[in-house]
């Protein structure tokens, strides 16, 4: 999976090419990076405890053995974000629905690299012939919602109060897209 879309820069800025890939075993220390930052600083994951780098290869094997995509956009001095979709729920009635992932590094937010990697995933999860895919976001999460929402997106639950982290509650929006249509 290789592409080079330009991304839209300032006037007068230098567009560095952003190529949207697989992901290497060499990706796996910015991915725990991106991670960890995800973790300790902002709701965008919900879990309490970092990552390590031995948890971070096994999810990338799980993910390969399940013949899901693990993406990285890459502007040639490597991941500066990483996408993925893998189950939705854990049984066979779901098959066809997919959950998705996107994480940027916090130097390189805003840049249009979400785009660029939800596209993918979207064209992937298109090609392996999936129904649905899903988002669940954090209620305050306005980037990754409208990022969604650009793309198709639309909300159809938001569940209050089932999460917390930073000592206060978090409501989660999921939101959907039909893939066939």
Known sequence: MRGTPSLS????????????RSAE????????AITNDAIVNTTAVWSLTPATLETRR???????????????????NGALGFAS???????????????NSIYIDAGHRGRG??????????????RQGKHVMVAGIEAENTASIHLHAGFGFEETG????????????????????????
């Open 113 to 126: 690299l979400g785009r660029l990697l939800l596209g993918a995933l979207l064209d992937e999860a298109t």
């Open 9 to 20: 820069p300032a006037a007068g800025a230098c567009v560095v090419p952003i190529q949207v």
């Open 58 to 76: 096994a999810w990338l094997e799980e993910r390969r053995l399940k013949g899901y995509p693990v993406l990285v956009a890459d502007d040639g």
């Open 158 to 181: 938001r569940l209050r109060q089932v999460g917390r982290k930073f000592d206060r509650w978090l409501d989660l929006v999921f939101m959907q897209r039909l893939l066939d249509r």
């Open 85 to 99: 979709f893998g189950d939705f729920r854990p049984w066979e009635g779901y098959r066809h629905s997919v959950e």
């Open 25 to 32: 075993e060499g990706d796996l220390p910015a991915i725990l």
